[in-house]
């Protein structure tokens, strides 16, 4: 992966996506450009595996995976963990979706999530959808306190 510029802000709709390739928990390559030629995407940065609120989210996200999917859109959790850890946290907690890992914290930082005091990504979501020439948009974003999950209802009503 090249490195990608870091944003100090969060990135805001309207911007486009920066394009990524980063590891699944099956250590297969996933790249946003790929995915989001099926439909809108749902990246949930989540600080660390095997956490609380992180586990929380990830959880529902599992659970309530049909009402994303009948929406035509891929919902992805993003941290800063080793594809074997979140594999590991995947196979624990019986995750239906997809975990990447940003283990060179490169895509928390050009998306304006990277939380520098602990060298983690801050908890935050950011729908993208195609633009008309086919590149990622950023339809709508959301960074988060420490302990402050999403609001599922807010991110489905962004999703077309």
Same mark, same amino acid.
């Given at each position: 992966?090249?490195?990608?510029?870091?944003?100090?802000? +969060?990135?805001?709709?309207?911007?486009?996506?920066?394009?990524?390739?980063?590891?699944?928990?099956?250590?297969?390559?996933?790249?946003? !450009?790929?995915?989001?030629?099926?439909?809108?995407?749902?990246?949930?940065? %989540?600080? +660390?595996?095997?956490?609380?609120?992180?586990?929380?989210?990830? /959880?529902?996200?599992?659970?309530?995976?049909?009402?994303?999917?009948?929406?035509?859109?891929?919902?992805?959790?993003?941290?800063?963990? !080793?594809?074997?850890? /979140?594999?590991?946290?995947?196979?624990?907690?019986?995750?239906?979706?997809?975990?990447?890992?940003?283990?060179?914290?490169?895509?928390?930082?050009? %998306?304006?999530?990277?939380?520098?005091?602990? /060298?983690?990504?801050?908890?935050?979501?950011?729908?993208?959808?195609?633009?008309?020439?086919?590149?990622?948009?950023?339809?709508?974003?959301? !960074?988060?306190?420490?302990? /402050?999950?999403?609001?599922?209802?807010?991110?489905?009503?962004?999703?077309?």
């Amino acid at each position: 992966m090249s490195a990608l510029a870091t944003r100090e802000t +969060l990135i805001a709709p309207g911007d486009t996506a920066p394009d990524f390739t980063l590891k699944t928990q099956d250590r297969a390559d996933w790249t946003l !450009s790929d995915a989001v030629k099926a439909g809108d995407v749902i990246l949930c940065f %989540y600080p +660390l595996a095997f956490t609380g609120v992180c586990g929380t989210e990830m /959880n529902c996200i599992s659970k309530d995976l049909a009402q994303w999917t009948a929406k035509g859109a891929q919902v992805v959790g993003v941290s800063c963990d !080793s594809f074997a850890a /979140n594999k590991a946290w995947a196979e624990k907690e019986g995750f239906k979706h997809t975990l990447l890992s940003d283990m060179h914290r490169q895509v928390c930082k050009e %998306y304006g999530l990277y939380w520098a005091d602990l /060298n983690v990504s801050k908890r935050g979501t950011v729908v993208i959808g195609k633009d008309p020439s086919g590149r990622g948009k950023v339809k709508w974003s959301e !960074s988060r306190e420490p302990g /402050n999950a999403m609001k599922w209802e807010d991110v489905l009503a962004r999703i077309a």
